[in-house]
């Protein structure tokens, strides 16, 4: 039971930070602490430096104490003076004793030196290749974002704007389209077309007849002559006419 406890306390707390982790803070977090690490590094590189320095000054020193002691021992003796060359034979032993130990010190501070110089170069490499991943990974989280953001805004114009209402309204100005069309041509199908270009028709022969009399009014146009018919009507009135004359 207690270890079923502690899997979902467990399960619980990774869900959570999983749930407010966001990489793109996380990778500029990371970027921030490799750049602090440099000075810290740098830090120690000098202190492993200083060392190497003062080794080296110690260095010097043995040797100009060996040298000066060497010669004293020569001078004493050729001056015959075996005492003083034994006393400063002694101090001189010491002083190549301390000038060997230096040495090993000053080699192994050295090589120290030269790994912390390498591990700095390596570091730097490192911290250059994961800074460049870092900043691709960021820009391509903000793309992303942006992106969505673009999908979200693209999606709701899609959904509640123009597209939700535009095949309906196409589909109503189809039909009312329709409609229209259908009850013009049922209204000229209605229409006696024939008996509108008699109508017309008559109107212009009317209105012709009316301009002639006009012009045999005006004397413009003489009157048309009558037309005899079978039985010579019209000729017996044209006698009649001269004779009463």
């Given at each position: 039971?207690?270890?079923?406890?502690?899997?979902?306390?467990?399960?619980f707390a990774g869900?959570?930070v999983?749930s407010?982790e966001?990489?793109?803070?996380?990778?500029?977090?990371?970027?921030?602490?490799?750049?602090d690490q440099?000075?810290?590094?740098?830090?120690s590189?000098?202190m492993?430096?200083?060392n190497?320095t003062l080794?080296e000054?110690?260095?010097a020193?043995y040797?100009?104490?060996?040298?000066g002691?060497?010669a004293?021992v020569?001078a004493?003796?050729?001056?015959g003076?075996?005492?003083?060359a034994a006393?400063y034979?002694?101090?001189?032993?010491v002083e190549k004793?301390?000038?060997e130990?230096?040495?090993?010190?000053?080699?192994?501070?050295?090589?120290?030196?030269?790994?912390?110089?390498n591990?700095?170069?390596a570091?730097m490499r490192?911290?250059?290749?994961k800074?460049?991943?870092?900043?691709?990974?960021?820009?391509?989280a903000?793309?992303?974002k942006?992106?969505a953001?673009?999908a979200?805004?693209?999606e709701?114009?899609t959904?509640?704007?123009?597209d939700s209402?535009h095949d309906?309204?196409?589909?109503k100005?189809?039909e009312?389209?329709a409609?229209n069309?259908?009850r013009?041509?049922?209204?000229l199908?209605?229409?006696?077309?024939q008996?509108?270009?008699?109508?017309?028709e008559a109107e212009k022969?009317?209105?012709n007849?009316?301009?002639?009399?006009?012009?045999?009014e005006m004397?413009l146009m003489?009157s048309p002559?009558p037309v005899?018919?079978?039985s010579?009507q019209t000729?017996?009135?044209?006698?009649?006419?001269?004779?009463?004359e």
């Amino acid at each position: 039971m207690w270890d079923r406890l502690k899997r979902a306390l467990r399960s619980f707390a990774g869900f959570f930070v999983s749930s407010i982790e966001d990489p793109e803070l996380i990778l500029e977090q990371n970027i921030r602490d490799l750049n602090d690490q440099v000075p810290k590094m740098n830090e120690s590189i000098a202190m492993v430096r200083a060392n190497v320095t003062l080794l080296e000054k110690e260095n010097a020193k043995y040797k100009d104490d060996v040298r000066g002691l060497t010669a004293k021992v020569k001078a004493a003796i050729q001056a015959g003076r075996d005492d003083l060359a034994a006393q400063y034979a002694t101090k001189l032993q010491v002083e190549k004793d301390a000038l060997e130990r230096n040495e090993a010190q000053l080699s192994t501070a050295r090589l120290a030196y030269e790994k912390a110089l390498n591990v700095k170069k390596a570091f730097m490499r490192e911290k250059d290749r994961k800074t460049a991943e870092a900043m691709t990974a960021i820009r391509d989280a903000r793309r992303a974002k942006w992106q969505a953001k673009v999908a979200d805004t693209m999606e709701s114009f899609t959904v509640a704007g123009i597209d939700s209402t535009h095949d309906e309204m196409l589909r109503k100005v189809e039909e009312r389209t329709a409609v229209n069309e259908a009850r013009m041509q049922m209204a000229l199908e209605s229409v006696d077309h024939q008996s509108a270009q008699i109508e017309e028709e008559a109107e212009k022969i009317q209105a012709n007849e009316l301009v002639k009399q006009f012009k045999m009014e005006m004397g413009l146009m003489d009157s048309p002559a009558p037309v005899s018919d079978v039985s010579g009507q019209t000729g017996k009135t044209i006698g009649k006419k001269v004779g009463v004359e």
